[in-house]
């Protein structure tokens, strides 16, 4: 059983910028993809961005296009989501999330993590 612990995220202002971090705790095929989801207050979860190995392809929603960044370190199993520009609307829990495949739906994810919560004032 892998487990995916996430870190990094707060309270910061709109503009400003956070970068959020998951580790797995073990390296597997099934977690060729890890990625990012995201629940706001009142909405349902929606994709956020996904990241591939070894071939380090990336997908994102449309709402955070050219806003954020999503990385990984293979060696440390981890993924990074640099989030830039942030807007009160990005506000929500960040879900890590690992699969066998990149998709944007939620049931192509085999793996979750707790959550951390991201606040972005105006």
């Known amino acids: 059983q892998v487990q995916l612990v996430e870190s990094g995220g707060g309270l910061v202002q709109a503009g400003s910028s956070l970068r959020l971090s998951c580790t797995a705790s073990a390296r597997t095929y099934s977690t060729n993809t890890m990625g990012w989801f995201r629940q706001a207050p009142g909405k349902e979860r929606e994709f956020v961005s996904a990241i591939s190995s070894p071939t380090g392809n990336t997908a994102y929603a449309d709402s955070v296009k050219g806003r954020f960044t999503i990385s990984r370190d293979n060696a440390k199993n981890t993924v990074y989501l640099q989030m830039d520009s942030l807007k009160p609307e990005d506000t929500g829990v960040y879900y890590c999330?690992?699969?066998?495949?990149?998709?944007?739906?939620?049931?192509?994810?085999?793996?979750w993590g707790q959550g951390t919560q991201v606040t972005v004032s105006s």
């Open positions: 999330v690992a699969g066998l495949r990149r998709a944007a739906t939620m049931t192509e994810y085999g793996y």
